[in-house]
């Protein structure tokens, strides 16, 4: 089982719907969970973090957390065609401290 | 404020061939990271630096080498290019190391190696 798993797409949504974007992970003692929008030849650029149960809210954005059942998700309300792009979720483990990645999901928002 | 900082953005190496990636960041974080990224594979982890005079291995560390040059500078050094290390290098800083803190990615560099 891989430490972050996403499912890499593409998630196609039509222009102002909402996308949802999911991811799970192995270590139940996590603390800290991120939400990384990538396009195509850039860098990752930090669009959420999350570290207690429930939802947390940023404009158009909302992450939802839920440590019982090991998993973390991002909600894009009113998608735009520029939200396409490759979402990453990023889990910090426990213990060692370890910042791990999953693969990524690619988003494609259709106008 | 600059954020990180990548030189350079391209470079091509024949195999043998050695070079050094650099990487700066003016947040005044503590924590400083290298990372590579190949379709399918996600971000790897290759060094990462906890504070300023800390250096230990990623995931991937194998035919790498780092220095943490001061607390804004962290360099990744190719000792000897193989084809298997075309990728695309990313640095990323960090306040602190371990929870909460979140990392900044620079704009990476794109390195083939022929």
Known sequence: ?111 | NAGVTQTPKFQVLKTGQSMTLQCAQDMNHNSMYWYRQDPGMGLRLIYYSASEGTTDKGEVPNGYNVSRLNKREFSLRLESAAPSQTSVYFCASSEGWGPPYEQYFGPGTRLTVT
Request: glycine letters at 8%.
């Open chain 1, 1 to 111: 089982q891989k430490e972050v798993e996403q499912n890499s797409g593409p998630l196609s949504v039509p222009e102002g719907a909402i996308a949802s974007l999911n991811c799970t992970y192995s270590d139940r003692g996590s603390q800290s969970f991120f939400w990384y929008r990538q396009y195509s030849g850039k860098s990752p650029e930090l669009i959420m973090s999350i570290y207690s149960n429930g939802d947390k809210e940023d404009g158009r954005f909302t992450a939802q957390l839920n440590k019982a059942s090991q998993y973390v998700s991002l909600l894009i309300r009113d998608s735009q065609p520029s939200d396409s792009a490759t979402y990453l979720c990023a889990v910090i483990t426990s213990g060692t401290y370890k910042y791990i990645f999953g693969t990524g999901t690619r988003l494609k928002v259709l106008a």
